[in-house]
T-cell receptor, first 115, second 115 residues
Framework: AQSVSQHNHHVILSEAASLELGCNYSYGGTVNLFWYVQYPGQHLQLLLKYFSGDPLVKGIKGFEAEFIKSKFSFNLRKPSVQWSDTAEYFCAVNARGTNAGKSTFGDGTTLTVKP | GAVVSQHPSRVICKSGTSVKIECRSLDFQATTMFWYRQFPKKSLMLMATSNEGSKATYEQGVEKDKFLINHASLTLSTLTVTSAHPEDSSFYIC???????????FGQGTRLTVV
């Protein structure tokens, strides 16, 4: 069975600070990896995804994530956060070949950016 | 991107009644849809996989008779919470994907409150 661990439950940053949210997964096979964002009162949106190829993935809104296979990690980064980045962030994984709609999610990280 | 729409976005019902939630893929055909439940401050928990024209596949611990899923067409899946009780109050989210190894699209979720 797959599992996803997000180490940071709640992160509070000031605007312009750099962000790194940790995500580790547990699964014996090949995986697809995702980061989703959920703004207050809104639905989940895909930030970025990794299926194969370059382990450094760039997503929307200046976010990027690096897949480190040896560490089973897929950490999310942003060099300079904005107040509008305040949201809930979820890391998710599914087995390669699985429908992308079916994923195992981490518990989420609440990001609060202070203006 | 593709659009997945859920209806209603909010519903309040009395204990003992049943509530139906619809999930529609508006601009693509989804042979498979997924239903998640999200508790406050918690991650998404996969409840079941909805297959068009066949019975849903439920995750361990999810009551089939309480959470009835029907996938009557390639664009519509419904989740019916039968004989709802206050502990069924939650945020229910569906997702769908065009095909394997692609982006998943999430509905905006349905906030169910059972009083």
């Amino acid at each position: 069975a797959q599992s996803v661990s997000q180490h940071n439950h709640h992160v509070i940053l000031s605007e312009a600070a750099s962000l790194e949210l940790g995500c580790n997964y547990s699964y014996g096979g090949t995986v697809n990896l995702f980061w989703y964002v959920q703004y207050p009162g809104q639905h989940l949106q895909l930030l970025l995804k990794y299926f194969s190829g370059d382990p450094l993935v760039k997503g929307i809104k200046g976010f990027e994530a690096e897949f480190i296979k040896s560490k089973f990690s897929f950490n999310l980064r942003k060099p300079s956060v904005q107040w509008s980045d305040t949201a809930e962030y979820f890391c998710a994984v599914n087995a390669r070949g699985t429908n992308a709609g079916k994923s195992t999610f981490g518990d989420g990280t609440t990001l609060t950016v202070k203006p | 991107g593709a659009v997945v729409s859920q209806h209603p976005s909010r519903v309040i019902c009395k204990s003992g009644t049943s509530v139906k939630i619809e999930c529609r893929s508006l601009d693509f055909q989804a042979t498979t849809m997924f239903w998640y439940r999200q508790f406050p401050k918690k991650s998404l928990m996969l409840m079941a996989t909805s297959n068009e024209g066949s019975k849903a596949t439920y995750e361990q611990g999810v009551e089939k008779d309480k959470f009835l899923i029907n996938h009557a067409s390639l664009t519509l899946s419904t989740l019916t919470v039968t004989s709802a009780h206050p502990e069924d109050s939650s945020f229910y989210i569906c997702s769908a994907s065009r095909r394997q190894n692609t982006e998943a699209f999430f509905g905006q979720g349905t906030r169910l409150t059972v009083v």
